[in-house]
């Protein structure tokens, strides 16, 4: 009985490792893991490999372009950017799909898509909401939010910096993005 008790502990372990997380940055967008050269967006979908002490394991998977084979999107229309590497053997490429691993601090990664996303969201809800109800981000494409923001941009006068995180956040939940508020 003991011995199927820790069988099931570490089964139940195993699948937590391979659970959903997501990349965490308070407050910014990027991650720089210099010794690995990669960065690491914010937000970003991962599978947690393995632990190793205040580091962990991650995989995630996107899409290359061909033109630029040091750059992993999120989907094949290459508008979300997930990592980015100084050398073109880290991305392991088949066809237009990616594989990247990474040893991350394990304090940048979260199984909460909400606090990975918190920043993001905040900003959206603060600027936008200023002149008009707050939309429902699921029911616009990228290339329309990319539009709609565009326009909205100079009335919501946000920093260079505040509008890469909303465009972040509207590409992520847009209709045809990665994530959506019900995941």
């Not at 999107?73 to 880290?90: D, F, G, I, R, S």
Request: proline content about 3%.
């Amino acid at each position: 009985m003991r011995l199927l008790i820790n069988f099931l502990i570490v089964c139940i372990f195993a699948i937590g490792l391979h659970a959903k997380s997501y990349i965490y940055i308070e407050g910014g967008i990027k991650l720089p893991l210099k010794q690995q050269k990669i960065t690491l967006y914010g937000g970003v979908p991962v599978k947690v490999i393995s632990q190793n002490g205040n580091f962990v394991k991650i995989k995630m998977n996107g899409y290359v372009d061909k033109k630029d084979s040091l750059s992993l999107y999120a989907t094949k229309n290459h508008k979300l950017l997930l990592a980015t590497v100084k050398e073109p053997n880290l991305i392991k490429v088949s066809g237009d799909k990616g594989i990247l691993e990474a040893k991350v601090p394990k304090k940048n990664i979260t199984d909460d898509m909400d606090e990975a996303w918190e920043a993001n969201s905040d900003l959206f809800y603060d600027k936008c909401t200023k002149c008009h109800h707050a939309k429902i981000v699921e029911s616009h494409s990228m290339q329309t939010w990319d539009v709609l923001f565009s326009s909205m941009q100079p009335k919501a006068r946000t920093t260079k910096k505040q509008s890469a995180l909303i465009l972040r956040f509207l590409r992520a939940f847009a209709k045809d993005g990665i994530l959506r508020e019900s995941d």
